[in-house]
């Protein structure tokens, strides 16, 4: 008689190249499992914008499953008491699972692990998540890098990562245990629902994954050097949400990649820029491992010493796209239409908030957890602290990015910004990143009326400016 194994699915919602979905396949019968564990992370639970892409992830996931003539189990409930219920259920001698790197994913993983033994069973877990695990490229002296440079060049002179590996041939028992409905767990947004139209935008799913990345590596990959920080057109891959479920893995990203690049010898170096791309995920993901506070406290302790301003209208006006700044509420505006934003205009608005508003970049932090469909623990908290200034490898705190040149150099026509800040469209170029210089009579010819139609700005650009290098000088004079 066949053992029955349960595999549980977590944030590696695919079954092509899934190594530990290979490992269960050969130890016997697999009963899939995920468990909607809605308190697991704490202050770091799903965000909204994350939950209507699980709902659809999952959806997909499950299709995929009775496909091969198997069925995708859901249980809600406290992780290691849901599994200890299936063992008992199934008498399974095995849970088998990806590992995972969240700053709890250790402590939980060892708790399946004894909750497993005491009850007749085994733990098995399996990469799959990473390209390199996080401890596996270290400095000379066998310490983590804090440096992105040496730590991807690192990487790159390591052994390349392996093939990734078919669809797994599946077995799956007679008979099954009881199972929740994705509805049953409200994921969707309703009574507003704040995701409409984004099936039209976004195709979740290990299916959708593939065709996001054939399709840039077959159209754009070439243009992506330049095209990278131009936010108005599609010109990155936008597979970030499918990465950060695990829907693609990062081996199948880079082995695609080097197939491009074998056929397209001459678009290596745009390639290679990709590449590193997904090489910062890699290095958000070590940095969190070792410094699992990341998401919480400051990288450099100096730091918590920096004097933060608390003006909740300033805060509000930013998360609503209402600064008076069109670039910064442009990609506001993005975030909240869409659950994505452009990562040049994600450099932008974080630095306005950090520094144009002297607001914690935590806040911040915890805006993008809720509304980006990405979120991700460890890239997010490090972007945060590399733009804030208290990163690892971190942009220097006094680089405060001018909000009016960003526009005008990255979004020079302005598509961007009149796509997403529509009362400003009819403004010439010239003023359109900055209305409140544009004459009366422009204004009032491209129907546009600061403080009624489109806010003043907020704060000053200079006199912030000032204000944010003040700030830094003090957390100098108390730090040294
Ligand atoms: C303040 C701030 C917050 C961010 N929060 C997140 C987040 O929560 N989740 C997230 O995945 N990315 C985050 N990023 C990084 C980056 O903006 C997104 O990964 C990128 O915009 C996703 O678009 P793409 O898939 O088209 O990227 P591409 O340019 O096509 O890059 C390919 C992949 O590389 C990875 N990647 C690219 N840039 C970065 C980066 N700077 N750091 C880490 N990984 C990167 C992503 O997985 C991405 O899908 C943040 C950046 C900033 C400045």
């Excluded at 699972?97 to 005491?118: G, H, I």
């Excluded at 996080?134 to 992105?148: E, S």
């Excluded at 544009?438 to 704060?459: C, D, F, N, R, W």
């Excluded at 200079?462 to 957390?475: I, Q, S, V």
Aim: glycine fraction near 8%.
């Amino acid at each position: 008689m066949s053992s029955t194994i349960i595999y549980w699915f977590r944030h590696d919602l695919r079954l092509n190249d899934l190594p530990a979905l290979h490992a269960a396949s050969a130890l016997g019968d697999v009963i899939p499992v995920f468990i909607y564990d809605s308190q697991l992370g704490g202050d770091w639970k799903l965000g909204g914008a994350s939950q209507w892409w699980l709902h659809n992830s999952l959806n997909r996931l499950k299709a995929s499953i009775e496909h091969q003539g198997g069925r995708l189990l859901l249980r809600s409930g406290e992780t290691v008491a849901e599994l200890q219920k299936l063992l008992f259920e199934t008498g399974a001698s095995h849970i088998v699972a990806s590992r995972q790197y969240q700053p709890w994913s250790e402590d939980l993983e060892r708790a399946v692990a004894t909750m497993a033994t005491d009850n007749a069973s085994q733990f098995k877990r399996y990469a799959g998540t990473l390209l390199f695990e996080p401890d596996a490229v270290t400095t000379g002296a066998g310490t983590p890098f804090k440096v992105f440079t040496p730590f991807w060049r690192a990487c790159l002179k390591a052994a390349q990562p392996d093939m990734p590996k078919p669809v797994p041939s599946l077995h799956f028992p007679h008979q099954w245990p009881p199972s929740e409905t994705l509805d049953d767990w409200s994921l969707l947004p309703t009574d507003p629902n704040w995701a409409e139209g984004w099936d039209t935008l976004w195709d979740p799913g290990e299916l959708g994954a593939q065709k996001s990345l054939a399709a840039f590596l077959d159209e754009r990959v070439y243009h992506y050097s330049e095209g990278r920080d131009i936010p108005s057109g599609p010109h990155t891959s936008r597979l970030s949400p499918s990465l950060k479920f695990g829907e693609i893995s990062p081996r199948q990203v880079w082995w695609a990649a080097q197939q491009c690049k074998h056929e397209n010898p001459q678009s290596s170096a745009a390639i290679d820029k990709f590449l590193s791309e997904i090489g910062w995920r890699e290095f958000c993901n070590q940095l969190v491992a070792q410094f699992p506070a990341m998401p919480d406290r400051a990288f450099n302790p100096k730091f918590d010493y920096f004097p933060w301003g608390s003006n909740s209208e300033h805060l509000r006006a930013w998360q609503r796209g209402q600064t008076g700044y069109p670039i910064v509420d442009a990609g506001m505006r993005e975030l909240w239409h869409t659950g994505f934003m452009h990562n040049r205009v994600r450099m932008i608005v974080a630095s306005f908030l950090t520094k144009h508003l002297l607001i914690h970049w935590r806040l911040g932090e915890q805006w993008f957890w809720d509304t980006l469909l990405d979120a991700d623990l460890a890239s997010n908290a490090c972007s945060w602290q590399w733009v804030g200034g208290s990163g690892a490898d971190a942009s220097p705190y006094f680089r405060i990015f001018n909000p009016i040149a960003q526009g005008e150099k990255f979004d020079k026509q302005g598509r961007y910004t009149r796509q997403w800040v529509p009362e400003l469209a009819n403004l010439p170029d010239n003023y359109l990143h900055k209305p409140w210089e544009a004459p009366a009579l422009t204004l009032a010819a491209s129907g546009v009326e600061l403080g009624k139609t489109y806010p003043h700005p907020i704060v000053d650009h200079k006199e912030a400016r000032e204000a944010a290098l003040g700030a830094y000088g003090t957390l100098k004079a108390l730090t040294g």
